[in-house]
C-alpha cells in the first residue's frame, strides 16, 4: 500500500481535506466540530494566504485520494541553540493505518528537518495512545516526560 502512495507538499486547494480529516482525528477524541477553535477559512489563511505562512503541511494520497496529512511549524529552540520543527498534528485516515502511510509522512518531515538543519522535531502524544507512541519509538524519538523530566503546558488565550 505505502509503495502506492505519495507524499507531497500541501497547496491551498487540499485545505477541504486537511480540515475534513482534523475533524476526523478530533471526533477520536469526543471534540464535536462545534468545539474545535479553528476552520477551514482559518486554515487557508494561515497556511496559504499569509507570507510567511504560519505552518506548512505534507498530504499523503492514494491514487489521487487524501489519506492523511502533517501538519508542522518552526520554533527557535534555546535549548539546542538552533530552529526545531514542531509537529502539530499527524494524521492518516483510519483504513489506511498500520499500511505504512504514517511512516511515510513522518519520514517527509525528517527530510525536510535535515535539508534544512533543524536541530529536532518535537510533537505531543496522548499518554494513552500507545499505538502512536510506539510507532515514534520506533523512529528513536525519545519521550521527554521520561528522559527529560519535562511536562509541556499551556495557556489558552483564546475565548
Not at 487524501?66 to 509537529?87: C, K, N, P, T
Not at 502511510?101 to 505531543?124: C, D, P, R, S, T
Request: with cysteine; proline share 2%.
Amino acid at each position: 500500500m505505502a509503495n502506492e502512495c505519495t507524499v507531497r507538499k500541501a497547496v491551498r486547494a487540499d485545505c477541504k481535506d486537511i480540515w475534513e480529516m482534523f475533524l476526523q482525528s478530533q471526533a477520536m477524541l469526543d471534540v464535536t466540530p462545534e468545539q474545535v477553535k479553528f476552520s477551514k477559512e482559518t486554515l487557508q489563511r494561515d497556511g496559504f494566504d499569509c507570507s510567511p505562512p504560519l505552518f506548512h503541511c505534507f498530504v499523503a494520497e492514494f491514487r489521487g485520494v487524501a489519506i492523511g496529512y502533517a501538519l508542522y511549524s518552526y520554533q527557535y529552540s534555546a535549548y539546542e541553540g538552533g530552529l526545531e520543527m514542531r509537529v502539530s498534528n499527524l494524521f492518516v485516515k483510519e483504513v489506511y493505518r498500520c499500511k505504512g502511510v504514517g511512516k511515510l509522512l513522518f519520514e517527509a518531515l525528517i527530510e525536510k528537518a535535515k535539508q534544512q538543519k533543524i536541530v529536532g522535531i518535537e510533537w505531543m502524544v496522548f499518554n494513552w495512545n500507545r499505538t502512536a507512541i510506539k510507532f515514534y519509538e520506533n523512529f528513536g524519538a525519545q519521550d521527554l516526560t521520561i528522559t527529560e523530566k519535562v511536562h509541556a503546558f499551556r495557556i489558552s488565550l483564546s475565548e
